[in-house]
């Protein structure tokens, strides 16, 4: 069955596929622009997004601005017409205000937010057309930003995406239920959220889509989402050995090349643990090996002297090619991608994989 759009507000996806933001460098305006030239939301990684300005290290906020201007005009350019957003840190970037303004400034069509609540986003937004999405991974998580939307701006999510704890980059789980696999599972999640947003979605008078996040791989796994109740899915790593990917061709073959033993769940400077591809980096920083040789003074929750390494200076090795020596956030099921493709291809083949396991609105209503 043909799988359906959804609505964020007065914005219409055609294809419910959101493009996770990847960053630092991963999903900049190509991989953004492809994939919302193919109908879904093309999402623009907001993580130090001047990385390659030249005065990055001595100015870095003012090189972030400029270069998130021109990665939201680059994408425009190429898909004048698509659906756009941009992914912020919102507890753990000293520069969050700023970015979201600049962001609604350059008029994106949706800004994202995830690694902790963000409790003043509407207002960032308010008298524009932008819309808002902040991400949880727990049912209390979006009865409590719902909440306080609601109490100070009379304002509700326009979208929530559940993130799962199969998700890649940093997780909003704790260590040990990563670990020991004691996290409840994404489709948990999601009947969890919709149960804790329904008294705000009655209230108002509205529906807020849901974009289930979080080692999604398939077509099988897009159609379960959609028919456990999701509006629509958010996938990253698979958009990673796309040629329209911002990222190193090393950074790619990481992917093709990881197994499944490979992933590790480490202890980031951002404050939360995060799944990775276990490589020199990571045997250095669980012997303590990393020196900081600079501070971007970019995170509220990153100490120099005690933190066990620079995750911005990682994180740009990495995607310039580096992937011995640099982080690689990955997904559970990185395991699992085996070649290069195109975003048209793959966009191709997960909605035609998912339509065959897609049950249909009836259907669903009636389980």
Same mark, same amino acid.
Request: net charge neutral; with cysteine; proline share 5%.
């Given at each position: 069955?043909?799988?359906?759009?959804?609505?964020?507000?007065?914005?219409?996806?055609?294809?419910?596929?959101?493009?996770?933001?990847?960053?630092?460098?991963?999903?900049?305006?190509? #991989?953004?622009?492809?994939?919302?030239? %193919?109908?879904?939301?093309? !999402? *623009? $990684? /907001? &993580?130090?997004?001047?990385?390659?300005? @030249?005065?990055?290290?001595?100015?870095?906020?003012?090189?972030?601005?400029?270069?998130?201007?021109?990665?939201?005009?680059?994408?425009?350019?190429?898909?004048?017409?698509?659906?756009?957003?941009?992914?912020?840190?919102?507890?753990?970037?000293?520069?969050?205000?700023? #970015?979201?303004?600049?962001?609604?400034? %350059?008029?994106?069509?949706? !800004? *994202? $937010? /995830? &690694?902790?609540?963000?409790?003043?986003? @509407?207002?960032?937004?308010?008298?524009?057309?932008?819309?808002?999405?902040?991400?949880?991974?727990?049912?209390?998580?979006?009865?409590?930003?719902?909440?306080?939307?609601?109490?100070?701006?009379?304002?509700?999510?326009?979208?929530?995406?559940?993130?799962?704890?199969?998700?890649?980059?940093?997780?909003?789980?704790?260590?040990?239920?990563?670990?020991?696999?004691? &996290?409840?599972?994404?489709?948990?999640?999601?009947?969890?959220?919709?149960?804790?947003?329904?008294?705000?979605?009655?209230?108002?008078?509205?529906?807020?889509?849901?974009?289930?996040?979080?080692?999604?791989?398939?077509?099988?796994?897009?159609?379960?989402?959609?028919?456990?109740?999701?509006?629509?899915?958010?996938?990253?790593?698979?958009?990673?050995?796309?040629?329209?990917?911002?990222?190193?061709?090393?950074?790619?073959?990481?992917?093709?090349?990881?197994?499944?033993?490979?992933?590790?769940?480490?202890?980031?400077?951002?404050?939360?643990?995060?799944?990775?591809?276990?490589?020199?980096?990571?045997?250095?920083?669980?012997?303590?090996?990393?020196?900081?040789?600079?501070?971007?003074?970019?995170?509220?929750?990153?100490?120099?002297?005690?933190?066990?390494?620079?995750?911005?200076?990682?994180?740009?090795?990495?995607?310039?090619?580096?992937?011995?020596?640099?982080?690689?956030?990955?997904?559970?099921?990185?395991?699992?991608?085996?070649?290069?493709?195109?975003?048209?291809?793959?966009?191709?083949?997960?909605?035609?994989?998912?339509?065959?396991?897609?049950?249909?609105?009836?259907?669903?209503?009636?389980?």
């Amino acid at each position: 069955m043909k799988l359906p759009s959804f609505n964020i507000g007065d914005i219409k996806v055609q294809i419910p596929i959101v493009q996770g933001a990847m960053g630092i460098g991963v999903s900049m305006h190509r #991989l953004a622009a492809a994939v919302a030239n %193919e109908g879904g939301i093309g !999402v *623009i $990684s /907001g &993580a130090q997004t001047g990385f390659l300005e @030249p005065d990055f290290r001595q100015n870095n906020n003012s090189a972030n601005i400029n270069g998130l201007i021109k990665e939201i005009r680059k994408t425009r350019q190429l898909s004048p017409n698509g659906i756009i957003g941009v992914n912020f840190l919102a507890a753990a970037v000293n520069n969050y205000v700023e #970015l979201v303004t600049t962001a609604v400034k %350059e008029k994106v069509d949706l !800004v *994202i $937010s /995830g &690694a902790g609540l963000p409790k003043n986003l @509407p207002e960032l937004v308010m008298n524009s057309s932008t819309k808002i999405a902040p991400i949880v991974s727990s049912g209390k998580a979006a009865s409590t930003i719902s909440k306080i939307w609601d109490r100070n701006y009379n304002y509700l999510p326009d979208a929530i995406i559940v993130e799962g704890p199969e998700a890649g980059g940093h997780l909003g789980f704790n260590m040990s239920q990563l670990l020991e696999n004691s &996290a409840p599972t994404l489709m948990e999640i999601v009947k969890d959220v919709m149960e804790a947003i329904k008294p705000f979605e009655l209230k108002h008078n509205k529906r807020i889509p849901i974009i289930a996040a979080g080692g999604l791989f398939d077509g099988k796994d897009i159609a379960e989402a959609l028919n456990n109740g999701a509006a629509g899915v958010q996938i990253a790593s698979r958009f990673v050995v796309t040629e329209e990917c911002d990222a190193h061709i090393n950074f790619k073959q990481a992917y093709i090349n990881a197994q499944q033993e490979d992933l590790r769940i480490i202890k980031s400077p951002v404050g939360l643990p995060g799944r990775a591809i276990y490589n020199n980096f990571i045997k250095k920083a669980d012997e303590s090996l990393h020196t900081i040789k600079s501070c971007y003074r970019c995170l509220k929750t990153c100490d120099p002297a005690t933190t066990p390494y620079c995750i911005t200076d990682a994180l740009i090795d990495s995607v310039t090619g580096d992937t011995k020596e640099g982080l690689i956030f990955a997904g559970s099921n990185v395991h699992r991608i085996n070649k290069m493709t195109t975003v048209k291809e793959l966009m191709k083949e997960l909605v035609s994989e998912a339509e065959i396991y897609f049950k249909g609105p009836e259907d669903i209503q009636g389980k």
